[in-house]
């Protein structure tokens, strides 16, 4: 049997990920054959120094040749066996797994009111059994509840991670270093209902004493993409659609002045409230957009309407009151609920509590509360969260996808792809492992969608005949809108959904040349007609497309991402790889503005490569402004129009 070198476990906390870890730092390398058990790191008496600086010679010379501290994921029994197993599921075909029942009652779960359907999934009951075992070699559990009980799990950031606690029912309690943050939550999410009831009812009125019925709400990124999916979502849910008459939510968030532009295109500003979301209230593009539409609304309505007009959700206080926002009319949140995981918190509250009031809003934080106790309480194999992440993880670790589709038949849910990417790819899109080791393997998964049926007129033709991208159908039971015609095969809503039927089904099965041939199709077109299969998909079906079912559904994804990197033991919840862009476009801010006021190109001195250099200039010399104008900002004309 083949040996490794397992390294020496190095602690500086007592625990690390919800793992429990010796304070006393005891280097120990082990001899593990592979396909065991590693070893949990023991105690032993004081080494001598002879001992202490050999051992800190063969730790170096470890950490220098297999750059690890502790035991990758990879290197678990449970990874290795799932990795064999994959042999086993390679002779298998989805045409015959799905005609063994026994198997597809197995991989049917219904719970919390939603049908999750794993039966097309390239797994057995082996798989599942080989993915719990992985699961507890990796401390899920231990790690879900690490999560739960707020401790730092967003090591390099040194925060807990508790969006949970944004949707907590107010007599629950939940813990952050000692102290109870429920009654936060609920402080603010009592002011938001508080605020949106004042505007929506007309108590709070626009600085020239009209009622404020649209809303802009300017942000980007988490603080934009959850809010814009529950919003289309919601906005032809029929009870929405009756809380939201004559009112009117719209987004900014690209720094694009064709964004801004379009988001304020026939808005009169006297009857608009502007919400300016940002976790920092640093982020580039927010703050000059928000900048931007100060001044829409103080060069119509005066300096004095921003107290009236513009409100902020931030955890930064001190720098929205710098901005000129009232703190009184700011609504906190905390750092411990990360940007892409803020739709729950006054993020997302804010905007559609004034959109659609606060007690259908309620709802939303409801249904995602009742899946965060599915996912906290069901064992792994009722836990639709846990299964959905850890067959994603096979599919992507070991059946080697590294891209899903999210698919919801349902128009309303068009942005939940948008969403998932920022949460999914942002989380989970790592190179190294929770200590810092670079991973052997790939994490993350390229996430794409479209609603169905749009997305069948698109990309469907690659993933059927192409390459093999596992996909997860959204469907629903009751539309929002039921279309009926006298005289048709079936309702609007019905045709849809056989779309829905179908599609998982064409994926699993294929078509094979025999069955072309008995269609009589000429033997030229039948290797372009033919179907593989055996592409492996989920199926998941919500009763009714409502605020609170989209709740769970958002906490179903948010916590199956969650999944994959505690397995990955990654750390999901920082987000380092968007600086660099971002630090480098502040260097051509530097240099832009530079070339701009003095009228000069950008030169070698300037840093850039020749290429860059080159674009750059390329650029300058293109447009017509060439001198920023002074004293004074410019819209486009058209912006100021005003809906008059
Ligand atoms: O809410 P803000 O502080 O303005 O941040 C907005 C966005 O900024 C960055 O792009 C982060 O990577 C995102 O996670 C965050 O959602």
């Known amino acids: 049997m083949q040996t490794q070198l397992r390294a020496p476990c190095v602690s500086h906390k007592t625990r690390i990920n919800g793992v429990p870890c010796s ?201 934009f993409l959850g809010p814009l999916f529950v919003h289309t979502a919601l906005r032809t849910e029929p009870v929405a659609m009756r809380c939201s008459r004559d009112r009117s939510l719209r987004f900014l968030a690209n720094v694009d002045p064709i964004d801004v532009a379009r988001a304020l295109d026939g808005l009169d500003p006297e009857e608009t409230l502007v919400v300016v979301v940002s976790k920092t209230f640093t982020t580039a593009e927010t703050m000059l957009n928000a900048r ?42 905390w750092d411990w609920v990360g940007g892409r995981y803020s739709v729950c918190s006054a993020v997302g509250m804010l905007p559609l509590s004034l959109q659609y009031g606060f007690d259908l809003m309620q709802e939303f934080l409801a249904g995602a509360n009742n899946i965060d106790e599915h996912f906290k309480n069901q064992p792994y194999q009722d836990n639709l969260p846990v299964l959905m992440g850890l067959t994603s993880l096979w599919n992507v670790s070991f059946l080697g996808h590294g891209a899903k589709a999210i698919l919801p038949y349902c128009q309303a849910l068009s942005k939940l792809a948008p969403h998932i990417q920022q949460v999914d790819m942002e989380s989970n899109g790592k190179g190294v492992d929770i200590n810092g080791v670079r991973l052997p393997f790939e994490t993350g998964e390229i996430d794409f969608g479209e609603p169905g049926t749009n997305g069948q007129h698109s990309f469907y033709q690659l993933i059927h005949q192409g390459r093999v991208v596992p996909c997860e159908f959204i469907g629903i039971v009751r539309s929002q809108q039921s279309v009926y015609l006298k005289g048709e095969v079936v309702s609007n809503h019905d045709e849809l959904m056989c779309n829905f039927f179908a599609q998982a089904d064409a994926l699993a099965y294929g078509k094979t040349p025999e069955q072309l041939r008995s269609d009589n199709v000429p033997d030229y077109l039948i290797p372009h ?112 129009r005003g809906g008059h």
């Open 529 to 640: 007609r033919v179907f593989t299969g055996n592409r492996p998909s989920m199926s998941i079906m919500l009763p009714s497309c409502t605020a609170y079912t989209v709740g769970q559904l958002l906490a179903i994804y948010e916590h199956r991402i969650a999944v994959q990197g505690f397995i990955w033991n990654i750390n999901s919840f920082d987000q380092w790889g968007v600086e660099l862009g971002k630090v480098l476009a502040s260097k051509v801010r530097t240099v832009m503005n530079s070339a701009r006021t003095r009228d000069r190109k950008i030169l070698p001195q300037d840093g850039f490569n020749y290429s860059t250099t080159r674009m750059i200039n390329k650029y300058l010399e293109g447009k017509t402004q060439v001198l920023y104008p002074e004293g004074h900002d410019t819209f486009p004309i058209d912006m100021l």
């Open 292 to 333: 931007t539409v100060r001044s829409w609304l103080t060069s119509r309505l005066g300096p004095d309407s921003v107290a009236k007009h513009m409100v902020a959700v931030s955890t930064n206080l001190k720098l929205v009151k710098e901005f000129g926002i009232d703190p009184e009319n700011a609504f906190g949140f």
């Open 23 to 223: 304070p006393k730092v005891v280097p120990r390398v082990a001899r593990v054959p592979s396909g065991s058990a590693p070893e949990a790191p023991v105690a032993s008496p004081e080494p001598t120094a002879a001992q202490r600086n050999v051992v800190a010679q063969v730790a170096k010379m470890i950490h220098t040749t297999t750059n690890k501290k502790g035991a990758l994921v990879s290197e678990l029994p449970a990874w290795q066996a799932l990795k064999e197993h994959v042999n086993e599921i390679e002779k298998t075909h989805l045409r015959d797994l799905l005609h063994d029942e026994a198997r597809c009652m197995s991989l049917i779960k219904e719970c919390e009111g939603i049908y999750g359907d794993f039966t097309r999934q390239r797994v057995t009951q082996k798989t599942l059994e080989l993915l719990f075992e992985l699961a507890e070699q990796s401390n899920l559990r231990g790690k879900i509840n690490a999560m739960f009980n707020g401790e730092h799990i967003n090591s390099t950031e040194d925060r807990a991670v508790l969006h949970i606690a944004t949707r907590a029912h107010r007599n629950q309690k939940i813990f952050v270093d000692g102290k109870d943050v429920v009654p936060d939550v609920w402080e603010v999410l009592d002011k938001i209902k508080a605020f949106s009831d004042k505007v929506r009812n007309g108590e709070w009125l626009g600085v020239t004493g009209k009622p404020l019925k649209n809303v802009v709400a300017i942000g980007i990124g988490g603080s």
